[in-house]
């Protein structure tokens, strides 16, 4: 299983020494929530935020929980961004979104939120490397993993199997170890982890987590 730690919740003075941590216990994701107070009604630093921490050798994943995500990819991509997660429910046109996105070079992600239904992007499955599930309506950390992700965890392993397709199914949202090893179950790949790394032992996690 894939850990990637969102930093989110984690207190600024402390990032740096966390960030050590992350690297010290072979972490290679690092997930950044953008938020433009529009998409949804938090709002974060922007590219800038990347900017400040990408001296790290980190693959570095933008979660863009923005209105027209097009305005901030050359930002990001600047900024060392090596994703784009876009969300499906803040595009006009997801395929133009994906094209230029893999214009830059960049890979791409699509997130949708968990009241949006799975087969929504099912057309755009062939096209992209990873799919963002939400357990937790976007904007804000610590909440609890809502159980809607499930069945869509499952269908994407299938479509992706029965498709032969490789994109990583990942999920963002109230994730603990628990849960994180129940949903490797159901399929997904790759966890997104806020809180519950602000709270416990780094090198633990990854002790339990790495095995599945
Ligand atoms: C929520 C963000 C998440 C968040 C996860 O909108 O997309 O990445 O930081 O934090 P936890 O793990 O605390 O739910
Ligand atoms: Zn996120």
Redesign the pocket.
């Known amino acids: 299983m894939i850990i990637a730690p969102?930093?989110?919740?984690i207190k600024k003075e402390d990032l740096r020494n966390k960030l050590n941590e992350f690297l010290t216990n072979n972490i290679k994701y690092l997930?950044i929530?953008i938020?433009d107070g529009i998409f949804?009604t938090?709002n974060t630093e922007k590219a800038e935020l990347l900017e400040s921490i990408n001296d790290y050798p980190f693959y570095y994943e933008a979660?863009l929980?923005v209105k027209d995500p097009l305005n901030y990819l050359e930002s990001f991509k600047n900024a060392k961004a090596n994703m784009i997660t876009f969300h499906y429910e803040a595009v006009d046109n997801v395929l133009e979104t994906i094209n230029e996105i893999k214009k830059m070079g960049l890979d791409v992600g699509i997130s949708i939120k968990p009241k949006t239904d799975v087969k929504v992007i099912e057309p755009y499955l062939s096209l992209i490397d990873l799919v963002l599930i939400?357990?937790?309506?976007?904007?804000?950390?610590?909440?609890s993993?809502l159980d809607s992700a499930d069945d869509k965890i499952k269908y994407l392993a299938e479509y992706k199997k029965n498709h032969h397709l490789n994109y990583l199914i990942e999920v963002?949202?109230?994730?603990n170890p628990e849960l994180a090893i129940k949903i490797s179950k159901l399929g997904c790949d790759m966890v997104?982890?806020?809180?519950?790394?602000?709270k416990n032992d780094v090198k633990e996690t990854v002790s339990r987590l790495e095995k599945i």
């Not at 969102?6 to 919740?9: N, Y």
């Not at 939400?134 to 909440?143: A, D, L, N």
């Not at 963002?172 to 994730?175: M, T, V």
């Not at 997104?192 to 602000?198: E, F, I, K, N, Q």
């Open positions: 969102s930093i989110l919740s997930h929530d938020m949804v938090n979660h929980m939400m357990s937790v309506e976007p904007g804000y950390g610590g909440q993993y963002d949202g109230g994730i997104v982890m806020g809180s519950y790394l602000v």
